[in-house]
């Protein structure tokens, strides 16, 4: 898997038509991953730390972003991106209730996350 890669929360409705519009959007020139796939799990404990589901990221070559802070970032490699993989398959494992817009929405404007990689980090992005 090469980057970038966006991460979401896959067990929320809301979350996962939000996923399912950027994958249509980019056409499939981004990988995009649930934080609680086998995949997400592995990206978060290599990169990022265990509260990280609290908002969707987008991880780079060197760094990735969280929350708001990834607006950008998003949408710069929706645009340039190549290679990626599509939205990967994320299981049957959404909640029952979804989400609320507003809270999701709050959550997206209040928190924002950035984390820059070390160099022994470079083979996490090595198939």
Excluded: Q
């Excluded at 990221?57 to 969280?66: K, P, S």
């Amino acid at each position: 898997m090469k980057p970038p890669v966006m991460l979401y929360d896959d067990r929320c409705r809301l979350c996962l038509g939000f996923a399912r519009a950027v994958n249509r959007l980019a056409r499939g020139r981004l990988t995009i991953v649930g934080h609680y796939t086998e995949e997400g799990r592995r990206l978060r404990a290599s990169v990022l730390y265990p509260e990280a589901t609290e908002m969707f990221w987008v991880l780079g070559e060197r760094e990735a972003h969280g929350g708001r802070a990834a607006l950008l970032p998003l949408l710069h490699h929706m645009v340039t991106a190549r290679g990626g993989m599509g939205m990967l398959p994320a299981g049957d494992a959404c909640a029952d209730e979804g989400c609320d817009v507003f809270v999701r929405s709050a959550s997206l404007i209040k928190n924002s996350g950035h984390v820059e990689y070390g160099p022994g980090r470079a083979a996490l992005w090595h198939d």
